[in-house]
C-alpha cells in the first residue's frame, strides 16, 4: 500500500510474464510466496483490464453518451495549462477525485500540497487531449479520465532514468514516435452523478482519438476486484482481466478483550 491511493501499491501475484506499465509495480513471482511463507494471507486482490481498441465506438456507449448530452447537459472539455494553473481547475479535479474515491478500500484524501504536487509533476507535462473532463451546465466538474499513451519502451530504453538521455526517450514517446498503446490510468465520476452514464462520454472521445493515435490495446490501472461498478463498465469492450495484485495482512498481536 501506498501513502495515498495515487502511488503504486499492490504487490504482482499473476502474469508475471506480461511488460508492466509505467504506473505499476513489477516483482518476481517469488515475492508472493516469501510472503505466505512468513504466513501473511490476502487483504484485498486488484486486477488490470487489457482491451483491443475497436475501429469506432460500440453502439451502447454512443448511444448512453448522445443520452447524457441531451437529456442532462453534460458535456466534454479538455484543460489547458492555464485552466489548470490559473482558472483553478487543477485543483477542482484533485477535489473530485477525492470525493470519488472516498468510499473505496485503501483511499486517503490527497492534502493541498500533494494535489499541487501532482499537478506539477504530471498534469503540466501530459497530454491533456487524452484527459476528458466532463462538465455540466453550470460548467463544474462531474467526471474527469486521466489516460496517456504508454511510456513502458521509453522507461526501459531510459534504463528507468531520467539523465543523462532518459528525458529524450520519455518525450520522443509522448510527442512523436508514440508506442502501440494507451494507459488508462484512472476515471472518476461525482458521487451524485454515478451510475447515470457519465463514462459513456469518456469512451465515446477516447476511442476516436486513440485510433488517431495508432494505439491498438489499452490497459487500465489496478482496480479493486470486487468493484462490480467498475469492472462492469468495460464489458462492451471484451475486456481481458491481466496482472492481479495483492495486498497481505498478517495478525501480529491478538488483544484479548476479556
Known amino acids: 500500500m501506498g501513502v495515498t491511493d495515487f502511488d503504486k501499491e499492490g504487490m504482482l501475484v499473476e502474469d508475471f ?14 515475492y508472493p510466496r516469501h510472503m505466505e511463507a512468513l504466513g501473511f494471507t490476502k487483504q484485498v486482490d486488484w486486477v488490470q483490464i487489457r482491451i483491443s481498441i475497436p475501429d469506432t465506438v460500440p453502439p451502447r456507449y454512443s448511444r448512453t453518451a448522445q443520452y447524457v448530452r441531451e437529456q442532462m447537459g453534460l458535456s466534454v472539455v479538455k484543460l489547458t495549462n492555464d485552466d489548470i494553473n490559473k482558472r483553478g481547475y487543477g485543483r477542482k479535479v484533485f477535489d473530485l477525485l477525492n470525493d470519488a474515491y472516498a468510499p473505496i478500500f485503501g483511499f486517503s484524501e490527497l492534502s493541498e500540497r500533494q494535489a499541487d ?3 506539477k509533476k504530471y498534469l503540466r507535462i501530459i497530454n491533456k487531449k487524452m484527459i476528458p473532463i466532463v462538465i455540466n451546465a453550470k460548467r463544474e466538474i462531474v467526471g474527469v479520465a486521466i489516460t496517456m499513451g504508454s511510456m513502458t519502451r521509453a522507461m526501459q530504453k531510459a534504463h528507468g532514468r531520467w539523465w543523462p538521455l532518459g528525458w529524450w526517450h520519455l518525450l520522443k514517446a509522448m510527442k512523436w514516435k508514440r508506442e502501440g498503446s494507451a494507459e488508462m490510468l484512472l476515471i472518476a465520476v461525482r458521487p451524485d452523478y454515478q451510475g447515470m452514464g457519465v463514462n ?39 475486456p481481458e482481466f491481466v496482472k492481479r ?9 491478538e488483544i484479548d478483550n476479556k
Not at 510474464?17 to 517469488?30: D, Q
Request: one cysteine or more.
Open 200 to 238: 459513456a462520454l469518456f469512451f465515446d472521445d477516447l476511442i476516436p482519438l486513440y485510433n488517431q493515435y495508432g494505439f491498438h490495446w489499452a490497459e487500465t490501472g489496478p482496480q479493486l476486484e470486487d468493484n462490480v461498478k467498475e469492472l462492469s463498465q468495460w464489458k462492451p469492450l471484451k
Open 17 to 30: 510474464h506480461l511488460t508492466g506499465t509505467m504506473s505499476t509495480i513489477y516483482n518476481p513471482a517469488y
Open 117 to 119: 504536487l501532482f499537478m
Open 245 to 253: 495484485r495483492r495486498c497481505y495482512k498478517k495478525l501480529i498481536i
